[in-house]
Nanobody
């Protein structure tokens, strides 16, 4: 499994970014996909997760109403649309895949992308 994350960058507070995660190497129909982030000096935390079917989604409380996770099956790509960005959203964002079951725990995800840096200026 290969996960290629992209879309990070520098944005002003209140702005938007869309992260993409191109997945390859498997059939992902039974997978759970997730976006996680790690801010400097902090643990890696869940941002959002989704079943590949799209039947279930979950968000961290801090991003509810601002971020949206979605999947384009035709492109084998997972997106994270981030709106109303805040300086505290600054972090390295990682996409990850879990082959069986559904979870929000980073340690239970099997495959990880390389991370993409998001910096939100105030």
């Amino acid at each position: 499994v290969q996960l290629q994350a992209s879309g990070g960058g520098l944005v002003q507070a209140g702005g938007s970014l869309r992260l993409s995660c191109a997945a390859s190497g498997r059939t992902f129909s039974s997978y759970t996909m997730g976006w996680f982030r790690r801010a400097p000096g902090k643990e890696r935390d869940v941002v959002a997760v989704i079943r590949w079917s799209g039947s279930s989604t979950n968000y961290a409380d801090s991003v509810k109403g601002r971020f949206t996770i979605s999947i384009d099956n035709a492109k084998n790509t997972v997106y994270l649309q981030m709106n109303s960005l805040k300086p505290e959203d600054s972090a390295v964002y990682y996409c990850a895949a879990k082959s069986n079951g559904y979870s929000l725990l980073p340690r239970l995800f099997d495959y990880w992308g390389q991370g993409t840096l998001v910096t939100v200026s105030s």
